[in-house]
């Protein structure tokens, strides 16, 4: 019996290039919709992670956003403020 591990990350996210056009309100359907999760689990999404570092330039930011994810510790409040402002300005 093989065990299987499953990792911190999830796959709601949209998929960028796969004819998908991923928004700003894409984002802030996603943070909607996963409100009741604390916000290091809200992020914790390969391609939302990607979709972050490719626009507004929260490129460099996103790999403390991933170290977050991956320690599961807290997001650091500016970042969970950038984020959500930029969601609703969708």
Not at 4 to 12: A, C, E, H, P
Not at 25 to 52: G, Q
């Amino acid at each position: 019996m093989v065990a299987l591990i499953q990792g911190s990350l999830s796959s709601t996210f949209p998929i960028e290039n796969q004819n998908n056009l991923v928004t700003m309100r894409t984002l802030k359907n996603h943070l909607d919709r996963t409100k009741s999760l604390p916000f290091v689990k809200r992020i914790a999404d390969f391609h939302l992670l990607l979709f972050l570092a490719m626009s507004h330039g929260l490129g460099s930011d996103v790999l403390a956003l991933a170290a977050c994810v991956t320690t599961e510790i807290v997001v650091p409040e500016g970042y969970q403020l950038l984020i959500e402002s930029m969601a609703n300005t969708s």
